[in-house]
């Protein structure tokens, strides 16, 4: 009678591992947000709502996006930071989000600590462009100019500490010229603005490939380290310049998620990178795939704050 009784008791065990087998499965039960830090229609709202969908269909269940736009996306990592890490409230990480911490002193969070890394999706593409009748040919032009005008010359970026914005000061520092910056809350933001002649120029993430295509814009330099696929732009480094833009676009959650959450996600948005929707959404915004997982990711957040901590701080106390 005893060896029944074993057996039956070896029975429950098995159903009961496999109930919690079922259940870390089920993850997620209910619709998951997307947190966006920049306005409608640019390169990270559009290339996400491309993520979304593709690892909603995965995950078998919807993905929504919800924008809250300003202070270079720092305002969508605040709000991150003081979700529930119970996987339901994820966002999107871009460079602005990440390097305001350093730059801001009313920033309130540290994304090492606050902020649990999932994936990292792609890179960011910074080009300064004007309009195609503007009368400077090249960035020599517009650093002459700038040295020579009687009032500093404007710029338009999607958002106080963005890549874009902390190079383009940069540069303005390593030439000495001083320019008046113009953020607005998202990338189609700042190309209106330049199109509409309320700036000089323009330094933006890629969003402005098709305007730059169609012949309505002008690129003139990018800021990464090679020259940008499809475009015969010269690199900041080939004019001279030391400066490369920090450059990141991945996803987060609050600290302390569940580690099973977190590979779930990780996987998925990895094939989500792979598909041929988010590599159309890429080559229209000139994003470059860049994955990395949740660990690897995380080692990318502290070597690009590591690395550009120094010059932000030097930048902040002189503001």
């Not at 010229?177 to 309320?198: C, Q």
């Not at 020259?227 to 991945?250: C, H, N, Q, W």
């Not at 990178?273 to 990395?292: N, P, V």
């Amino acid at each position: 009678m005893k060896k029944p009784k074993a057996r039956g008791l070896l029975i429950v065990a098995v159903f009961a591992l496999c109930g919690n087998a079922t259940m870390a499965q089920t993850y997620p039960r209910s619709p998951v947000t997307l947190i966006v830090g920049y306005g409608a229609g640019g390169s990270t709202d559009v290339c996400n709502r491309v993520l979304a969908n593709n690892v909603g269909q995965q995950l078998g269940q919807t993905f929504i996006v919800d924008n809250k736009p300003g202070a270079g996306s720092s305002l969508s990592v605040g709000y991150t930071k003081r979700q529930k890490p119970d996987g339901y409230t994820i966002a999107s990480l871009s460079t602005g989000g990440v390097l305001n911490q350093v730059l801001s002193p009313s920033v309130n969070y540290d994304v090492l600590k606050d902020l649990t890394p999932i994936a990292m999706v792609a890179q960011y593409q910074v080009g300064v462009l004007v309009k195609a009748d503007s009368p400077y040919k090249s960035m020599a032009d517009l650093i002459a100019a700038s040295k020579n005008s009687k009032k500093p010359l404007s710029y338009s970026t999607a958002g106080i500490g963005t890549p874009q914005h902390l190079t383009t000061e940069r540069l303005a520092r390593e030439v000495k010229v001083e320019w008046v910056h113009a953020p607005y809350k998202s990338g189609p933001e700042a190309i209106t603005a330049l199109m509409r002649g309320d700036v000089d120029f323009m330094a933006q993430t890629a969003e402005w490939v098709p305007h730059v295509r169609d012949g309505r814009l002008r690129l003139m330099s990018v800021y990464t380290a090679e020259r940008m696929k499809g475009f015969d732009a010269p690199t900041l480094k080939e004019l001279g310049y030391d400066l490369v833009a920090p450059s990141i676009l991945g996803i987060a959650g609050p600290a302390n998620m569940n580690p099973q959450h977190v590979a779930t996600l990780t996987t998925a948005f990895k094939k989500a990178t792979e598909s041929k929707e988010f590599e159309a959404c890429a080559d229209q915004f000139g994003l470059k795939t860049f994955y990395r997982n949740a660990g690897d990711f995380g080692d990318y957040l502290k070597n690009t704050i590591n690395d550009w901590s120094p010059l932000l701080k030097q930048f902040a106390e002189k503001e």
